[in-house]
């Protein structure tokens, strides 16, 4: 069965950086994009960045462009989303998400997500 | 980017059918096939339920159906279920800068 496995959220202050990570299982990593996707507390889904199988094609949203870089180990079958410069706005439940192919299509399976509050 | 519009809530009861729509543009909804909801119920992760506008994965049962016309996708539940109550999105690609992926607000569904 395919499991991600979120971790790294917590309690930053306006301005720091926090690092998750998502451990991959179930399926072959590398043949697969991944994407973070994030949910305010009682909001929508939002789309935060995704990077195709090999690390090549990166993408951000606009939110967060500029601040957020993504990157994976395919050895360690891993995602990672590096924050920087992090603001109120940034508070939300932090998605680690499984392509359906090599490159950008759809997402088709979800991890928990790990939680990122942002607050003085 | 903007995000796809959904109804913010829709009601049903047992066994009747409702149509959730989703209005995009001609970036997106209207320019791609990769049009895809996903179920989400309180305190849970989402799940995919269409994928290209009206395949469903295995396991989804098939009183639920996708379609699309022009910019508009819209999810129809037929035979509506008490265990259908939960958040439906949608998520399409967009060319509105250089390739981004957009959801819908979300649409409350209640089975009254």
């Known amino acids: 069965d395919v499991k991600l496995v979120e971790s790294g959220g917590g309690l930053v202050q306006p301005g720091r950086s926090l690092r998750l990570s998502c451990v991959a299982s179930g399926f072959t990593f590398d043949d697969y994009a991944m994407y973070w996707v994030r949910q305010a507390p009682g909001k929508g889904l939002e789309w935060v960045s995704g990077i195709n199988w090999n690390g090549g094609s990166i993408v951000f949203a606009d939110s967060v462009q500029g601040r957020f870089t993504i990157s994976r180990d395919n050895a360690k079958n891993s995602l990672y989303l590096q924050m920087n410069s992090l603001r109120t706005e940034d508070t939300a439940l932090y998605y680690c998400?499984?392509?359906?192919?090599?490159?950008?299509?759809?997402?088709?399976?979800w991890g928990q997500g790990t939680l990122v509050t942002v607050s003085s | 980017q903007s995000a796809l519009t959904q109804p913010a809530s829709v009601s049903g009861s047992p066994g009747q059918s409702i149509t959730i729509s989703c209005t995009g543009s001609n970036s997106d909804v209207d320019f791609y096939n990769y049009v895809s909801w996903y179920q989400q119920h309180p305190g849970k992760a989402p799940q995919l339920i269409i994928y290209e506008v009206n395949n469903r994965p295995s396991g989804v049962p098939n009183r639920f159906s996708g379609s699309k016309s022009d910019n508009t996708a819209s999810l129809t539940i037929s035979g509506l279920q008490a265990e259908d109550e939960a958040a439906y999105y949608c998520c399409s690609y967009t060319t509105y800068n250089t390739l981004h992926v957009v959801f819908g607000g979300g649409t409350k569904v209640t089975v009254l």
């Open positions: 998400a499984k392509g359906r192919g090599y490159n950008f299509d759809y997402i088709d399976y």
